[in-house]
């Protein structure tokens, strides 16, 4: 299931990012012409939008995001997982406490109209609740991961292992 997840974010990543792309070049050239589309400018931020959510969730679902791991990685591989697991459990925590507020902002605004665009103020805000459930659907297929590799030691939570190939980079007092 996760690699399925994994393909259905990544072509809609690329589509809204094409779409973006599309929009912004053609209210640009209309605008060039004295036609502007007035709706496009609206389009390309509801879609973008939607466009961070999805590639965070799939960042995360990567262990891509940043991270400051300078206290952690002395740590045994045990004591590191737990602790990332006492993590996912409060961020998933939060995640839904932000869906739940996220949805009720969005029942809010069901009446409100989104710029000149026509459409509902809902499509924007249901991207928070949205988002919410992609990020902790993230977390916990890498905390099932995780803890279905540990004897292996292969797998973290929100980090990547570090590999023999990866580069390390060092600093030195010279530089």
Same mark, same amino acid.
């Given at each position: 299931?996760?690699?399925?997840? !994994?393909?259905?974010?990544?072509?809609?990543?690329?589509?809204?990012?094409?779409?973006?792309?599309?929009?912004?070049?053609?209210?640009?050239?209309?605008?060039?012409?004295?036609?502007?589309?007035?709706?496009?400018?609206?389009?390309?931020?509801?879609?973008?939008?939607?466009?961070?959510?999805?590639?965070?969730?799939? !960042?995360?679902?990567?262990?891509?995001?940043?991270?400051?791991?300078?206290?952690?990685?002395?740590?045994?591989?045990?004591?590191?997982?737990?602790?990332?697991?006492?993590?996912?459990?409060?961020?998933?925590?939060?995640?839904?406490?932000? =869906?739940?507020?996220?949805?009720?902002?969005?029942?809010?605004?069901?009446?409100? %109209?989104?710029?000149?665009?026509?459409?509902?103020? =809902?499509?924007?805000?249901? =991207?928070?609740?949205?988002?919410?459930?992609?990020?902790?659907?993230?977390?916990?297929?890498?905390?099932? %991961?995780?803890?279905?590799? !540990?004897? %292996?030691? %292969?797998?973290?939570?929100?980090?990547?292992?570090?590999?023999?190939?990866?580069?390390?980079?060092?600093?030195? !007092?010279?530089?």
């Amino acid at each position: 299931m996760p690699g399925f997840l !994994a393909k259905i974010e990544y072509v809609a990543g690329a589509t809204l990012l094409a779409v973006i792309t599309m929009l912004v070049f053609i209210a640009a050239t209309m605008r060039f012409f004295g036609h502007p589309l007035i709706w496009s400018v609206d389009l390309a931020q509801l879609l973008f939008i939607w466009l961070c959510f999805i590639g965070a969730a799939r !960042a995360l679902r990567e262990r891509g995001h940043l991270g400051v791991d300078y206290l952690v990685r002395p740590l045994p591989f045990r004591y590191r997982l737990w602790l990332e697991t006492v993590l996912a459990g409060i961020f998933i925590g939060f995640l839904m406490l932000l =869906a739940v507020e996220g949805y009720d902002l969005t029942m809010l605004n069901k009446e409100r %109209q989104f710029g000149d665009s026509g459409l509902s103020y =809902a499509w924007v805000t249901i =991207a928070v609740p949205a988002g919410c459930v992609m990020l902790s659907v993230s977390i916990l297929g890498n905390l099932v %991961q995780a803890w279905r590799h !540990a004897k %292996q030691e %292969q797998f973290f939570i929100f980090a990547r292992k570090a590999t023999e190939d990866e580069p390390v980079i060092e600093t030195s !007092a010279t530089e």
